[in-house]
């Protein structure tokens, strides 16, 4: 899309320029802007910036541009490119993701020291700052085994962007093309940035089809897993509930004799995503999506369904498939004794 000047009397194409004739460096012009602003290429998850030049393997010749963790515990993997192609990034990537895939915390904890140490910043409170990005100020900190991916360029070429489709499809993979075009207008430097894959308007649909991919793979047969369960609380029977409604009840109830949504989380570790988002005050439950920066489609938003404790309201994800009967075991494992919660598979 073109960005256009509106004149008064008519709408004149400004014309983007490259980084090259602006005389703008990858590493020591660009890498350095968006370091400080990460978050301009990755709107959708707040994301902090861990390592710059990342490289704590044998080549040394091959190096991580930005490694990051979002907010979901996800590692990110930032590759730019100031070209008009984009060249073969979206392999180098891969290669990185991997590379990174089994990191832990202690070691992200000492490649940011070394980060901030390169940036002349105080290093003592670098293990800190991630407990507190993450939201876990004390305990054990685990990262998913996820790892995304950002691919920021001036541009791509069709071989790039039918290669990082292919590689979504295939339900394993999440990677991002933005595009950064510069634009010199009014003896200024404007940046357009746009995420053209996946489309914005379209990301949580490919998302939630890729996982719906995912689901029907691991049930087998014919893909389809129509599995019911009849719930049993306190005698009372809410009969043949599919498995979002199953653990979305077997969650209420927990919540109801006092557990946590923090504890609940924690009895689902293999989620790459909070099982929570709330927000304070009493809102709907499309206010906390938004707030969050989420698709209220994905959680449980309807007032009904919306938990409101301790001055907060939460929405839970209903966004389950494989493991659901494991999370609902795990849940039943922290509940008070003599609970009277049970279930079966529904006839």
């Given at each position: 899309?073109?960005?256009?000047?509106?004149?008064?009397?008519?709408?004149?194409?400004?014309?983007?320029?490259?980084?090259?004739?602006?005389?703008?460096?990858?590493?020591?012009?660009?890498?350095?802007?968006?370091?400080?602003?990460?978050?301009?290429?990755?709107?959708?998850?707040?994301?902090?910036?861990?390592?710059?030049?990342?490289?704590?393997?044998?080549?040394?010749?091959?190096?991580?541009?930005?490694?990051?963790?979002?907010?979901?515990?996800?590692?990110?993997?930032?590759?730019?490119?100031?070209?008009?192609?984009?060249?073969?990034?979206?392999?180098?990537?891969?290669?990185?993701?991997?590379?990174?895939?089994?990191?832990?915390?202690?070691?992200a904890v000492e490649?940011?020291?070394?980060?901030?140490?390169?940036?002349?910043?105080?290093?003592?409170?670098?293990?800190?700052?991630?407990?507190?990005?993450?939201?876990?100020?004390?305990?054990?900190?685990?990262?998913?085994?996820?790892?995304?991916?950002?691919?920021?360029?001036?541009?791509?070429?069709?071989e790039v962007t039918?290669?990082?489709?292919?590689?979504?499809?295939?339900?394993?993979?999440?990677?991002?093309?933005?595009?950064?075009?510069?634009?010199?207008?009014?003896?200024?430097?404007?940046?357009?940035?746009?995420?053209?894959?996946?489309?914005?308007?379209?990301?949580?649909?490919?998302?939630?089809?890729?996982?719906?991919?995912?689901?029907?793979?691991?049930?087998?047969?014919?893909?389809?897993?129509?599995?019911?369960?009849?719930?049993?609380?306190?005698?009372?029977?809410?009969?043949?509930?599919?498995?979002?409604?199953?653990?979305?009840?077997?969650?209420?109830?927990?919540?109801?004799?006092?557990?946590?949504?923090?504890?609940?989380?924690?009895?689902?570790?293999?989620?790459?995503?909070?099982?929570?988002?709330?927000?304070?005050?009493?809102?709907?439950?499309?206010?906390?999506?938004?707030?969050?920066?989420?698709?209220?489609?994905?959680?449980?938003?309807?007032?009904?369904?919306?938990?409101?404790?301790?001055?907060?309201?939460?929405?839970?994800?209903?966004?389950?498939?494989?493991?659901?009967?494991?999370?609902?075991?795990?849940?039943?494992?922290?509940?008070?004794?003599?609970h009277g919660i049970?279930?079966?598979?529904?006839?």
């Amino acid at each position: 899309m073109a960005i256009y000047e509106y004149t008064g009397s008519e709408i004149v194409e400004v014309q983007p320029s490259t980084f090259a004739a602006l005389d703008l460096r990858e590493r020591e012009d660009v890498q350095r802007v968006l370091r400080e602003n990460i978050n301009s290429i990755t709107p959708e998850t707040e994301t902090m910036v861990l390592a710059e030049e990342y490289c704590n393997w044998e080549d040394a010749r091959r190096r991580i541009d930005l490694l990051c963790v979002d907010s979901e515990a996800n590692l990110v993997v930032v590759e730019l490119k100031r070209t008009e192609t984009g060249g073969h990034m979206e392999l180098q990537a891969i290669r990185y993701a991997a590379m990174v895939s089994a990191m832990k915390f202690e070691h992200a904890v000492e490649a940011h020291r070394t980060y901030l140490r390169a940036l002349g910043r105080p290093v003592d409170q670098a293990e800190t700052a991630i407990r507190t990005f993450l939201g876990k100020e004390d305990g054990p900190v685990a990262f998913t085994d996820k790892v995304r991916i950002v691919l920021a360029s001036a541009n791509f070429s069709r071989e790039v962007t039918t290669s990082v489709l292919w590689l979504n499809a295939q339900g394993r993979l999440d990677i991002r093309c933005v595009q950064m075009r510069p634009i010199e207008f009014a003896g200024r430097t404007l940046f357009d940035i746009q995420q053209v894959i996946p489309l914005p308007e379209a990301a949580a649909y490919q998302i939630a089809i890729r996982e719906k991919s995912i689901e029907q793979e691991a049930a087998g047969g014919d893909g389809r897993d129509f599995t019911r369960y009849d719930v049993i609380v306190a005698g009372k029977l809410f009969p043949n509930l599919p498995k979002r409604r199953f653990i979305y009840q077997m969650v209420a109830e927990a919540l109801r004799l006092g557990l946590t949504p923090e504890a609940i989380g924690q009895a689902v570790p293999w989620r790459p995503t909070r099982l929570f988002i709330f927000a304070e005050g009493n809102v709907s439950g499309e206010e906390v999506a938004r707030l969050n920066g989420k698709d209220p489609g994905r959680y449980f938003s309807s007032e009904e369904e919306v938990f409101r404790i301790a001055g907060r309201t939460y929405a839970f994800i209903n966004q389950w498939g494989i493991r659901t009967e494991e999370a609902v075991k795990n849940l039943l494992a922290l509940m008070p004794k003599n609970h009277g919660i049970s279930y079966k598979v529904a006839n």
